[in-house]
T-cell receptor, first 116, second 114 residues
Framework: AQSVTQLGSHVSVSEGALVLLRCNYS??????LFWYVQYPNQGLQLLLK??????LVKGINGFEAEFKKSETSFHLTKPSAHMSDAAEYFC??????????????FGQGTILTVHP | KAGVTQTPRYLIKTRGQQVTLSCSPI?????VSWYQQTPGQGLQFLFE???????NKGNFPGRFSGRQFSNSRSEMNVSTLELGDSALYLC?????????????FGEGSRLTVL
């Protein structure tokens, strides 16, 4: 079975500072990994995904994440935070095979606050 | 291209009642998944449908059911509502439902059970 752990339920940064949101996964087979963002009263929007092509994945809005197999991590970063980045971020994993149809296993989420 | 549409957006029910939520996927998407989001349990997978067949199911009681129509639209039903069923129910669609694909989420239906 797969699982996802997001370290830190709340992260606070100043505008212009580095954003680092941590995600570790547990999987018995190579996973597909995703980062989603959720703004208040909205659904989830994909930021980026890892599907075994390149270990450094670039996404929308200046976000990127690096897949590190040895550390079973997929941390999300952005060099310079913007006020509009304030939202809740979810790391998610899926596995190859029929048991994964439509199924993502999500972390508990990290609420990002950006201070002016 | 229209996104995933969920109706109703908000609803209030009382314990013991039942509720039906609707989801219209993105045009051309044949896989529809449902998720429950609560502050305590987070995002949990309910089930997935593809071409009117349930292919995958999460760990929820039988009170939670769903179906998909020939036009890929989907409904989920919760019977005998309990207070703990209060949640945001999210629908997501994708072309095939494969594990590598992006799920496109709707804005959700927020259910409050009194």
């Amino acid at each position: 079975a797969q699982s996802v752990t997001q370290l830190g339920s709340h992260v606070s940064v100043s505008e212009g500072a580095l954003v680092l949101l941590r995600c570790n996964y547990s999987s018995s087979v190579p996973p597909y990994l995703f980062w989603y963002v959720q703004y208040p009263n909205q659904g989830l929007q994909l930021l980026l995904k890892y599907t075994s092509a390149a270990t450094l994945v670039k996404g929308i809005n200046g976000f990127e994440a690096e897949f590190k197999k040895s550390e079973t991590s997929f941390h999300l970063t952005k060099p310079s935070a913007h006020m509009s980045d304030a939202a809740e971020y979810f790391c998610a994993v899926s596995l190859a095979g029929g048991t994964s149809y439509g199924k993502l296993t999500f972390g508990q989420g990290t609420i990002l606050t950006v201070h002016p | 291209k229209a996104g995933v549409t969920q109706t109703p957006r908000y609803l209030i029910k009382t314990r013991g009642q039942q509720v039906t939520l609707s989801c219209s996927p993105i045009s051309g998407h044949r896989s529809v998944s449902w998720y429950q989001q609560t502050p305590g349990q987070g995002l949990q997978f309910l089930f997935e449908y593809f071409s009117e067949t349930q292919r995958n199911k999460g760990n929820f009681p039988g009170r939670f059911s769903g179906r998909q129509f020939s036009n890929s639209r989907s409904e989920m039903n919760v019977s005998t509502l309990e207070l703990g069923d209060s949640a945001l129910y999210l629908c997501a669609s994708t072309l095939t439902g494969g594990p590598e694909g992006e799920l496109f989420f709707g804005e959700g239906s927020r259910l409050t059970v009194l």
